[in-house]
């Protein structure tokens, strides 16, 4: 199950596409540089989530383990 980081990480990069793409279409070259960094903001929020959310996984692991 994705975590909050992973759910804004996937919005972010959305949103940063849709603007990258609008950049393209309006010749708009600041808009799309403003897209691919906000891409690649999100991108970087969601691999956090997913570290973050590795690492719980683990933690709940090692808890069953040592309760066993």
Same mark, same amino acid.
């Given at each position: 199950?994705?975590?909050?980081?992973?759910?804004?990480?996937?919005?972010?990069?959305?949103?940063?596409?849709?603007?990258?793409?609008?950049?393209?279409?309006?010749?708009?070259? #600041?808009?799309?540089?403003?897209?691919? #960094?906000?891409?690649?903001?999100?991108?970087?929020?969601?691999? $956090?989530?997913?570290?973050?959310?590795? $690492?719980?996984? $683990? $933690?709940? #692991?090692?808890?069953?383990?040592?309760?066993?």
């Amino acid at each position: 199950m994705w975590n909050k980081d992973e759910v804004q990480g996937a919005v972010e990069q959305a949103k940063g596409k849709a603007k990258e793409k609008a950049g393209e279409f309006l010749k708009d070259i #600041d808009l799309e540089e403003e897209g691919v #960094d906000q891409q690649a903001a999100g991108s970087a929020q969601q691999t $956090v989530g997913k570290a973050r959310r590795k $690492v719980g996984e $683990v $933690v709940e #692991d090692v808890g069953k383990a040592i309760k066993k």
